[in-house]
Structure formats: structure tokens, C-alpha cells
């Protein structure tokens, strides 16, 4: 490559000092800019038009994060709004997210791991850009300003676009600390602003990965055994090849596929496909076998999570027990977008188009199955449909990945809905166990839990799990922050034969929920108002306690309800955010309807980006865990899954959603995560409202009509 080339196509990058490629594939050189761009940095691109594109190394899935990503980096750069464009990064090293080693997204990490290195890299683009108009004019860099996309020269007012000088500037060496601004100086971060994706997605421009269309390709579904770990015995596809359009039916490692000329004829084909399936040794299990199971577990000792003082030798002279099993089951993803993906498997490379939150693993994925190097696969990210966890799986890239390489063409593979609902990775069924004493005035001296359910790190990351304890299982029972002297967590690791994934807030989705309403058994049994049960409680948590008093003045805590309703509250820490919420709800005990007519949201989240975002997220965050609490179960019988879509796997109606009022807490703390804590607490709100109206506790979700009577 000659030295001039190899200028314009790469740059030393960011707060990292590594070198950033920019590499066009084929779906990127459709969108390339009119005008041949330089590369400031890993990151940024910048036109002779003065066209800023940022690259965004994160998966938008509806969180917002290609609007709050480009806010990090303008913020520092300070280029013209208007003109930004965006870009998903390829998958490479210089975009490996810092929390995870690789390169993905989840655990609501995007705006914190992108804080420092986003502005960092903004702002050694400023510098250098300064330093190229400060040659040019022959004058100090201190000489010249920055604003709206151009340096300016302090005495006279000259002016360069930074189009005119990113050839020069990235020439220069990276500043090592480049200067940040004072907070107080921000555009951008910190105010509302209108998100970059909405226009395309408005419009129908933006691409997710069910639209890839390729040259020449394929169709194909895949028919998976319905016991989970079962596998093929046999299959007859005589009658599939009198199905019009079908191509080719092959076995692979989740099933047989069927390829076609489009998606309708490829599932048409797999309805004619005659399978015998061997079912393995999940065939018997059922929901009812594995609640045994759990129940059974629970009464032995587990692996300690978490021991302060000595709860037993408190329990013995406790003035009073409360004593609580809590359960709640496995739930589906149910991504608006099904899963899908795309992929173009060569002898020489492989292309996979795909809706996916981990390039890192997809590129691997793509890499192992196709026998090349991970250098040799390009991963091209698209829009994602909803992802809650659910698209850091593999099995949607590795199918396409094998079918491609096995009919020795591109191939979309797309799944149905049903497919989709029983063939998930769900999230954990689990059971808890707990006791807690209480004084002689009513204040806990004692908590003991014992947590059952089956592991995702074991699966996902498998040395992660150490001593017995997936931190991801306790997560929310054993960081609680409640002043209670002895304090003890027990896990034990139980296995049931479903496959269980990420679902959106992970471990705080169950633990959240069973904490938080125990609290508020142990409230009422120390005869306290909960709110301030819990404020004493959390008197050394201050953040914690910040939000539960803003969300409760903002409620009307104490304040008279309208006839027929109650008030219930939760605050729960997670991923480095904390959120309390106050459900207000009514209760028809004949027909055993929870109807949510208000939900005040507080949330103390460190510096924020974009408020708006932090909004829509609590927002769709609480009808998330709101849907899961009022409606969600997956239930097993015969190793099945026994919901199928929407009419057994009910989502929330538009006329069942509450008014939502989301006050976020200003801070100068450093980011916590926006995507997943709104939801742990919304489960535990609704139940604790529930008990102020029937003075029965929910420990069983999702609610049913016999807990309301």
C-alpha cells in the first residue's frame, strides 16, 4: 500500500494508541461516503465535505446507543451535529469493549465502557486537528479554537473545515492525555437530544437483519428437536422436494435445514419433512419435576455467596421468625425481531450479516465453523429487532454459518416465532428459601436465604463460576445493602435440563423481586411503614437511599389514594445504576386482575448522556419487567415448551400500560448502566402493592388470581 494510501485508510487511534483500520465489506461500501474520508482515529472518519462518521462499536437494539456514542465523541470534537453520520464497526480488537475483553454488548455497559475511551479519542482529534490549522497558519495551537466542525484562529478569525485538514492532522502524533472539558462546559452530554436512528427507522431505511438481501442467496429454517438436548435419529425428505421453490434439505448440528428460494417456501418444505427424533434424557422433565427438584435442593446447605456475622446463632434469639419460600419461572426473550441471520461462507473468507450484541463471539463462531482464521470472517452488524441478552447467543449464527458452507452459497436463515419461543435461552427458573428475625422493636437482626436455580457462567463463561457461586445467580440477594447484622447467602447450583441465558437484568430479575418483597414482609411484621422501614435500613446507602426518597415524595408516599388503590415500593442497585419504584395499583379479586395505573421511577444512573434515552429506557425497562410479573411463564411437560407465541406468551396491552414518570438524580458519580435496572424493580413494587390491599404476599410469579382472593 503506498504511504499516501495508507494514510487516508488508517490513523493511530484513540486513548489506546493502536492503529485503526477502516476495512470496507460489502455491505459498507453501499452506504460509503461521496467523498473519499481520512481516518482520525479508530472511531472517526471525517470527508473533504466535512462529513463526520462515527463508528459505532456497540449494538443498537433499541437502546440508543448510536445517538449517545456519537454525543461521547462530539462532545470533545465538536464537529457540526448536522452533519454526523454513523457506522457499526467491524469486528476487530480496537473496538473490544474494556468491561468484557471482546467486542459486545450487555450488562448495560455500552455508555460506561465508551465514556473515557469515546471523549479521550474526541478529544486527540481536537488537538490534532487544532495543531494541523496551527502549521498551516504558522501559529501556536493555543492560538486557535475549535466550534461547529472548524479551528479557528483567535486573532483574526480565519477559519478551516476540519475536511480541509484531517490529511494533515493525521499525520500528527496522538496527544497521550489529551485535554477533556469541565463538565460544566458540555453541548451535548447531559442534554435531551433527538436520536440518530429514529428518521431510518421511521423511513424504513435501516437495516436490520432479517432485510439482508445478497446477491444470489438462499433461504433456509431449521427443524430442532422439541426436547432440549434431543438430536436427529432419522429423517425422510421425499415429500419436501415436490415443495415448489425448495433447493436442497441437509442435516446440521441443530437439526435439518431446508434451503429455498425464499423463507415461505424453505418452512412450507420443513412441514413436509418426516423426522424421527431420538429425545434424550429431557424427555420425562416437566415444570412439576423440576419445582421438586429446586424444593428438594433447598433444603441443604449450599455454597456460601455471602456470610456476615453468624445469622443462625441471631436466628435462635430472634423476638420473632418470618419465615418465606419465593419462586418464579423460567421466561422467553421474545424479541420483536426473530431471530435471523445471514451468512457467505468461501473458501478464502466469510461474510455473516447479523442482529448480533457479540461480534467477538460471532466472528469465532464463524471462524471455527468454517475452518479459517477469526481474521478471515467479517462480521457485519446490523439493526437489532430487541435483544435483551438473547442475541449473545450463537446457535442463530452457527446455523447459517453451517448451511452456508454446506450448500457452498449465501444463506439467510430465519427462524419462526415458534421456533423462537421454544428453542430459547431463557431465563433461569428459580427458588428461594429465606429467614429472617426480627427484635423486640421490629427491626431485622437476621437474614438467611438460600437461592436454587441453575447457571448461566457455567455455560457462557465456565471459569467464571468459582467455589459453587455464580455471581450472577445471587446477584441481588447477596450485595443487598440493608443493615442487617448477620447476613447470610447460600447458592446451590442446580441444574433442570433447559437451557437459560442473559434476560434483561439477569440475576436482579428474580433476586430483585424475592429481596424486595421479603422486605416488605419484614416490614409489616415489624409493624413499619415500608418506606421508612427501608430508609433506616439503608441509612449507610446513601445512593440507594436518595432514590427511594425521591421516587416516594414524587409518588405522594403517605398521601390519601383514590378508593380502591394501593401503593407499593422497591429500590434495587444494578449494574452500577440504582432505581426505586412506587407501582399504584387496584385489584378486581373476581376475575384476578392486577390493573397498574401509575409507576414513579427514580434513578441515580452517574453522569449521564442523553436523558431522553435514560427515560425510554425506564420506561421500556418497566413494561419489560411488568409483562414478565403480571403475564410471563414458560412451563415444561413431556421435555416441551409449552407456549408457542403471543396468544400462550402474553405481552402487555397498550391499554394495560400505566402513566410512568421517570426523575433521574443528577451526579457526578462515574456512569452506571440504563438498559437493564429498570426492571428488577417493577415486579416487587406491583406485589407490595398487591399485599397492602389483600395483606397476603405474592411469592409466586407471575401473579395469579388466587394470590388476589
Not at 268 to 281: K, M, N, V
Not at 686 to 692: D, S
Request: glycine residues 10%; hydrophobic residues 40%; charged residues 20%.
Amino acid at each position: 500500500m503506498l504511504r499516501r494510501e495508507f494514510l487516508k485508510k488508517s490513523a493511530v487511534g484513540g486513548s489506546a494508541l493502536v492503529i485503526g483500520f477502516y476495512l470496507p465489506g460489502k455491505s459498507e461500501a453501499l452506504a460509503a461516503p461521496p467523498s473519499e474520508p481520512v481516518a482520525a482515529n479508530a472511531w472517526v472518519r471525517i470527508a473533504p465535505d466535512d462529513t463526520v462518521t462515527i463508528l459505532i462499536d456497540k449494538s443498537e437494539m433499541g437502546q440508543g446507543v448510536v445517538t449517545s456514542l456519537a454525543m461521547l465523541l462530539a462532545e470533545e470534537l465538536e464537529f457540526d451535529w448536522k452533519k454526523v453520520k454513523t457506522e457499526f464497526a467491524p469486528a476487530a480488537p480496537a473496538y473490544f469493549n474494556p468491561v468484557f475483553g471482546l467486542q459486545g454488548t450487555g450488562g448495560s455497559t455500552s455508555v460506561r465502557a465508551s465514556w473515557e475511551p469515546l471523549t479521550k479519542a474526541g478529544a486527540a482529534a481536537r488537538e490534532m486537528l487544532i495543531a494541523a490549522a496551527a502549521q498551516q497558519w504558522y501559529v501556536e495551537p493555543s492560538a486557535c479554537h475549535v466550534e461547529n466542525g472548524t479551528v479557528v484562529h483567535n486573532a483574526t478569525g480565519k477559519r478551516l473545515g476540519y475536511g480541509a485538514l484531517v490529511e494533515r492532522a493525521a499525520k500528527l502524533p496522538v496527544p497521550a492525555s489529551p485535554a477533556l472539558k469541565d463538565p460544566k462546559d458540555y453541548k451535548y452530554i447531559g442534554k435531551p437530544m433527538k436520536r440518530l436512528d429514529t428518521p431510518e427507522k421511521v423511513n424504513g431505511k435501516a437495516g436490520f437483519g432479517i432485510d439482508v438481501r445478497l446477491p444470489n442467496i438462499q433461504h433456509a429454517v431449521v427443524a430442532r428437536c422439541p426436547v432440549f438436548g434431543g438430536k436427529v435419529k432419522s429423517f425422510d425428505d421425499s415429500k419436501v422436494k415436490s415443495v415448489p421453490g425448495v433447493k436442497r434439505v441437509l442435516q446440521i448440528s441443530s437439526g435439518v435445514a431446508v434451503v429455498a428460494d425464499n423463507t415461505w417456501s424453505a418452512m412450507e418444505g420443513r412441514r413436509a419433512l418426516q423426522i424421527t427424533w431420538d429425545e434424550g434424557p429431557n424427555a420425562a422433565n416437566s415444570s412439576d419435576v423440576i419445582r421438586k427438584l429446586y424444593v428438594a435442593a433447598a433444603e441443604k446447605p449450599g455454597a456460601i455467596a455471602r456470610k456476615d456475622g453468624d445469622a443462625d446463632a441471631a436466628l435462635a434469639t430472634a423476638a420473632k421468625k418470618v419465615e418465606a419460600a419465593y419462586e418464579v419461572p423460567f421466561l422467553a426473550h421474545a424479541t420483536m425481531e426473530p431471530m435471523n441471520c445471514a451468512a457467505d461462507v468461501r473458501a478464502d473468507g466469510c461474510d455473516i450479516y447479523a442482529p448480533t450484541q457479540f461480534q467477538t463471539f460471532t466472528q469465532n463462531t464463524g471462524a471455527k465453523l468454517a475452518a479459517l482464521k477469526p481474521e478471515q470472517v467479517r462480521v457485519h452488524t446490523t439493526f437489532l429487532g430487541g435483544g435483551f441478552g438473547r442475541r449473545a447467543e450463537q446457535d442463530f449464527i452457527s446455523d447459517a454459518v453451517e448451511i452456508s458452507k454446506g450448500t457452498g452459497a449465501p444463506v439467510q436463515v430465519t427462524w419462526s416465532r415458534e421456533d423462537d419461543m421454544q428453542q430459547d435461552f431463557y431465563r433461569p427458573a428459580a427458588y428461594s428459601k429465606l429467614v429472617a428475625g426480627l427484635d423486640a422493636d421490629g427491626w431485622p437482626v437476621a437474614w438467611k436465604s438460600r437461592i436454587v436455580g441453575p447457571s448461566i457462567m457455567s455455560r457462557f463463561f465456565p471459569g467464571s463460576v468459582k467455589n459453587g457461586i455464580d455471581e450472577t445467580s445471587v446477584e441481588g440477594q447477596a450485595n443487598s445493602k440493608y443493615a442487617i447484622p448477620n447476613f447470610l447467602v447460600e447458592y446451590a447450583l442446580t441444574e433442570a435440563g433447559v437451557p437459560v441465558g442473559f434476560w434483561r437484568s439477569v440475576g436482579n430479575s428474580h433476586n430483585g423481586y424475592i429481596t424486595e418483597c421479603f422486605v416488605e414482609e419484614l416490614a409489616k411484621a415489624g409493624g413499619k411503614d415500608p418506606f421508612e422501614f427501608r430508609r433506616k435500613l439503608l441509612a449507610n446507602a446513601p445512593r440507594h437511599r436518595g432514590v427511594l426518597e425521591l421516587a416516594a415524595e414524587k409518588a405522594g408516599w403517605g398521601k390519601p389514594l383514590p378508593a380502591g388503590r394501593t401503593r407499593g415500593i422497591a429500590v434495587v442497585e444494578s449494574f452500577g445504576s440504582f432505581v426505586a419504584e412506587v407501582a399504584e395499583v387496584s385489584l378486581n379479586r373476581k376475575s384476578g386482575d392486577v390493573r397498574v395505573h401509575r409507576v414513579v421511577c427514580a434513578v441515580d444512573c452517574g453522569r449521564y448522556v442523553n436523558p431522553d434515552t435514560i427515560a425510554a429506557q425506564m420506561e421500556g425497562a418497566i413494561v419489560y419487567g411488568l409483562t414478565a410479573a403480571l403475564k410471563g411463564q414458560i412451563t415444561i411437560e413431556k421435555g416441551r415448551v409449552q407456549q408457542s407465541n403471543f396468544h400462550d406468551y402474553e405481552m402487555l396491552r397498550m391499554n394495560e400500560m400505566p402513566q410512568i414518570e421517570v426523575h433521574i438524580v443528577p451526579s457526578s458519580e462515574p456512569p452506571g448502566g440504563v438498559g437493564e435496572p429498570g426492571t428488577p424493580p417493577i415486579a416487587p413494587a406491583v406485589c407490595n402493592a398487591t399485599f397492602a390491599a389483600t395483606g397476603k404476599p405474592i411469592r409466586r410469579l407471575p401473579i395469579r388470581a388466587q394470590d388476589l382472593a
